[in-house]
């Protein structure tokens, strides 16, 4: 068990933890920020791990079951590493009522996965949002980043193959 | 949470009965006090509240909200009910809400005869649980040396997480996830046997309500809480200041 | 009028002068999905292209409202928004920067003399779609900042706090408690320190005004924020904005700092000893922590679980401090009160609910997209007139407000004058403003089931009721729509509704059985018609619970008149 102190080293030389010390030094080491700090950890990491959540604990001096607890309390921390590509899919009122419920169970059932899991080859994760705010558009869905509105299922599922077709060509070039 | 209040006496009534209270009073430690019952399971003396079981709940009048007991303070002029059928009829169906959403079998339960459930189960009057059974997938933690969790019997009153963080000072416990899938951990959801914070002091079992946190060893019925340590130690904290 | 800020007018008039045509591209979060930042390059490009970048500029604004037509595109050769054009690709850049000198395009053409355009009346909007939120010169042009100056040289605190009484202004987060009131609470409280915290966890699935209004016009919250810890005496300010609304974190952090630099945050703001700082705390994906004291939960860096009131915030808030706590559309109509007078605000609107409100359109209607009316503006003339009519030619079956705190609303209630008191008179809320438009193919006992799922999953598990209670309610409705009910789960239900209605620790509990009690009083129907044969007969057979299930389709809702 770590004592207390600010200067626990990070569980690598990893220059992505210098944007986490530099988030808790400028909340002053104090548990307030342990959400913000979590934020930094999943945007240079792309989720939480065990060791991170041990040096966040550390640093903050907080409790690590109070971290475990508010880092799978809030939706957006993920404690599993996400798939090379992500499609949300929004689940708002407009979005609901606009038909996404069906596109989302043809989803699955093309990729075999259920919503918030990854594909067994780690290629694409699928999870759904409360609502992304973009109602005029609805459906409404997020490959990759990119906003699209107005979905229907071939448009969807098209837009699915090109995400992970182009994952599987740039498999291939890396291993070739 | 409190709130710092100056001593002066209030005048008001419980279920008819004038009471005087100081403003430091809570209804809940009212009523205790002049021996009017108020159903608990999440409040414990000498933690904090938290206000979570609702089965404090109580009428005053002039304030359509119920409020929960042991966190409202005692304000003059205020008449408490705290038995009307309807207060009943909602402690019903908390309990029953509590019954359906783990797996209380208590014919196999260590604390059968010594449940805070149980017993508040059958002083009002509970004799089937109205709603359908959740029936959860839950697992048995026994990989402390000395104690076991058992998540089937835990109703996530969360005294565990409170007597340690603000008792012993360990916070070994909180509660992961959200709504329903809400669960008691200890350092990063891991085996208790292996959270290097616990101290073994088994204050959270002591203060359990249910059979959710018991010793080792004990049989169907055998587990028998002892919480006489909770006023020792906070007298004794008082007597060093 | 501070010396500054005049100096920032001037030159921004004299920019604006130099040019003949301005090219407005919409870029809030919905034109953006669709291409809008390629739009603005390629008019960019097309602009140099023809050498033009001495007569036309090319700005990047907020939203101009109509979603629905989107990506936008206004065009002003001397008036704002002369022309409008919907519907833009990047391909267009030629013949938009083409005709500039000529006559508008007639194919891309968005008419503006439409009501959506014509019967909006915007104060919170303002500046939406005309303006760079990226640029705190155009906001100062805009009269931005002068409320805060007007407020910290001109009035003091009990004055500025007057004048929102007078306004009127009610919280537009949904509760509708007057704001002049909490302001007085917050300020009268004792505490060293006091804090005002900006509401920005817009979590209303179906709403989407304040993410609007923060990537459109940041700089309002935060001269509204500035003036209300003027008035109750804070110096510091946080805005709780949903981690899923990247742009508008983006747009306020540059905000703020344009902000500081001029002088309008930090110390001693426009030479006065008036202090206030602001910063952003990210909220992680937990509707909950709308709630107050969730959010103020969730700030202190905690789970976002709530705990009961009072003490309220105004008097036991962040950190045990007095803490006031507005909502982003409350905070964005400060500046316009202060600036006009509460008397001019308190014009508007109906007896009891003052000024305009913002609505977000959505679900099977036309316009979808952001508007602003008065209070009291009629359901049939925000659908039929201003939001176009049911898309599709579908008739409207009912329209549902306030998320999942709120209810359905029967077509056969058009008429009723959008205000608190009346929606709540049947069975709904304001809420934040989210307006979804449900026509005769949505199913009501469907709707219940979306929201009470939403409930279920959002609920923060701390007290029983919601936590427990949710689910179970959850489970009979899949009962409903599955076609696989009994009258006995109708009683159940209605039970539990009763239940977590009255013993749930916060609002989101004490409000997630509206959207079941709201549709159970006008489609009671639907859910009899959702009963087997078998149950219902059976059921009869039970003298105690004599409701069979013919006599109930024959049922019909009880109407009341609201006025």
């Known amino acids: ?73 809030y939706h957006l921390f993920s404690l599993k590493p996400a798939g090379r590509h992500a499609c949300v899919v929004c689940l708002g009122t407009a979005c609901y009522i606009k038909g996404m419920p069906a596109l989302l169970k043809e989803i699955e059932k093309r990729y075999g996965i259920k919503a918030g899991e990854t594909t067994a080859d780690g290629h694409l994760s699928l999870l759904t949002a409360r609502c992304l705010g973009a109602c005029g558009l609805a459906p409404v869905a997020v490959f990759d980043g990119n906003i699209a509105g107005k979905l229907d299922m071939a448009e969807a599922l098209n837009r699915l193959q090109e995400m992970t077709t182009v994952a599987t060509e740039v498999e291939s070039v890396r291993e070739a | 949470m409190k709130r710092p209040f100056k001593t002066r006496v209030k005048t008001l009534t419980i279920d008819g009965m004038a009471v005087g209270a100081r403003e430091d009073e809570t209804i809940l430690e009212l009523a205790q006090a002049n021996g009017i019952f108020i159903p608990t399971l999440c409040h414990l003396e000498g933690v904090h509240d938290i206000g979570a079981c609702r089965l404090c709940l109580v009428e005053i009048k002039g304030t359509s909200k119920l409020l929960p007991a042991c966190m409202t303070y005692a304000e003059e002029g205020m008449e408490v009910i705290t038995d009307s059928e309807r207060l009943l009829t909602y402690r019903r169906q908390v309990l029953d809400l509590l019954f359906s959403e783990r797996n209380h079998v208590c014919a196999v339960c260590v ?131 | 009028m501070y010396e500054r800020l005049e100096e920032i007018t001037l030159a921004e008039q004299e920019v604006a002068e130099r040019y003949d045509h301005t090219v407005n591209v919409c870029m809030a979060a919905g034109c953006m ?86 019967r909006q009346h915007k104060i919170v909007l303002e500046n939406s779609g005309l303006i760079d939120p990226e640029r705190i010169e155009e906001y100062i042009a805009a009269d931005g900042y002068t409320a805060l100056i007007k407020a910290i040289t001109e009035m003091s605190p009990a004055e500025v706090i007057d004048e929102i009484i007078t306004s009127g202004l009610r919280g537009r987060g949904g509760g509708g408690y007057p704001t002049g009131l909490k302001w007085t609470t917050v300020a009268k409280s004792d505490g060293e320190t006091k804090y005002v915290i900006c509401n920005a966890d817009e979590g209303d699935p179906g709403a989407f005004m304040d993410r609007s209004v923060l990537e459109s016009d940041p700089h309002r919250i935060l001269e509204g924020m500035a003036i209300a810890g003027y008035a109750i005496g804070a110096s510091q300010g946080y805005i709780y904005v949903r981690g899923e609304y990247p742009l508008a974190v983006a747009r306020l952090k540059t905000a703020i700092r344009q902000a500081r630099r001029v002088n309008m945050l930090g110390s001693g703001i426009a030479g006065t000893p008036f202090a206030f700082h602001i910063d952003i705390r990210l909220g992680a994906g937990a509707f909950v922590c709308g709630e107050e004291t969730a959010l103020i939960a969730s700030i202190e860096g905690r789970r976002g679980q709530p705990r009961p009131r009072p003490p309220y915030p105004a008097e036991y808030g962040l950190w045990g401090q007095p803490t006031l706590i507005n909502n982003v559309e409350t905070l964005a109509s400060v500046a316009p009160i202060i600036r006009n007078g509460g008397a001019w605000y308190a014009g508007m609107g109906t007896a009891k609910s003052k000024g305009t409100k913002v609505f977000a359109l959505a679900g099977s209607i036309n316009n979808t997209g952001l508007i602003e009316v008065p209070m009291g503006t009629s359901l049939r003339e925000i659908i039929y007139e201003i939001g176009g009519g049911v898309s599709g030619g579908g008739k409207c079956k009912a329209i549902q407000t306030g998320g999942p705190s ?83 789960d109708l009683v159940l239900l209605e039970k539990l509704c009763d239940m977590v209605r ?18 159970l009083r006008y489609f009671r129907h639907e859910y ?21 299930r013919n006599g109930a389709t024959q049922r019909a809702p009880k109407l009341e008149v609201a006025s």
């Not at chain 1, 690598?12 to 950890?41: C, P, Y």
């Not at chain 2, 073994?200 to 169907?220: M, N």
């Not at chain 3, 009899?528 to 069979?548: H, Y």
């Open chain 1, 1 to 73: 068990m770590p004592l207390r102190n600010e200067k626990v080293e990070p569980p690598s030389d990893d220059k992505r933890w210098r944007i986490v010390q530099a988030t808790m030094q400028r909340n002053g080491f104090e548990r307030d920020g342990l959400i913000e700090t979590l934020h930094t950890v999943q945007e240079s990491f792309g989720y939480l791990d065990d060791d991170s959540l041990r040096y966040v604990a550390a640093s903050l001096n907080a409790p690590l079951s109070q971290v475990y607890g508010v880092s799978t309390f």
């Open chain 2, 111 to 241: 604390s059968n005869g010594h449940c805070e459930l149980q017993w508040l189960a059958e002083k009002l009057g509970i004799s089937h649980v109205g709603v359908p059974y959740l029936y959860p997938q839950l697992a048995v933690d026994a990989s402390h040396s000395f104690y076991v969790l058992d998540h089937n019997r835990c109703i996530l009153c969360t005294r565990c997480v409170r007597v340690c963080d603000e008792i012993e000072g360990a916070h070994t416990w909180d509660v992961m996830g959200r709504g329903v899938e809400c669960r008691v951990i200890s350092d990063l959801n891991q085996p208790w046997g292996t959270a290097d914070s616990c101290t073994r002091c088994g204050k959270c079992v002591q203060v359990c309500p249910t059979g959710a946190l018991f010793s080792k060893g004990k049989a169907v019925a055998e587990m028998t809480k002892k919480r006489e340590f909770l006023p020792y130690l906070q007298l004794m904290r008082e007597g060093r200041k």
């Open chain 3, 33 to 118: 999905s669709s291409q809008s930042g390629a739009i603005k390059e390629a008019i960019d490009k097309e602009v140099e292209a023809n050498g033009l970048e001495r007569w036309c500029r090319v700005r990047g604004v907020g939203c101009m409202g109509l979603c629905a037509h989107g990506p936008l595109v206004a065009v002003d050769n001397g008036k704002p928004a002369e022309t409008m054009y919907q519907y833009v690709t990047p391909e267009d850049a030629p013949a938009i920067v083409g005709s500039l000198d000529t006559a508008p395009v007639e194919r891309l053409r968005c008419p503006t003399d439409v009501p959506f355009f014509q």
């Open chain 3, 406 to 488: 709120g209810g359905c609303i029967p077509a056969d209630f058009l008429d009723t004058p959008v205000d608190y008191e009346s929606l709540s008179a049947l069975g709904s809320i304001m809420g934040s403003g989210g307006m979804i438009v449900m026509d005769e193919t949505a199913s009501m006992v469907d709707v219940a089931r979306f929201f009470m799922e939403f409930c279920m999953t959002e609920s923060c598990g701390r007290c029983v009721p919601c936590r427990v209670g949710t689910v179970h309610m959850h489970n009979l409705l899949d009962k409903f729509s599955r076609k696989e009910a009994t009258p006995h």
């Open chain 3, 502 to 519: 009255n013993t749930s620790l916060c609002g989101l509990g004490q409000t997630a059985p509206n959207p079941v009690m709201s549709t």
């Open chain 3, 528 to 548: 009899m018609a959702a009963i087997t044969e078998e149950a219902a007969d059976l059921f009869v057979l039970d003298p105690a619970l004599s409701v069979s």
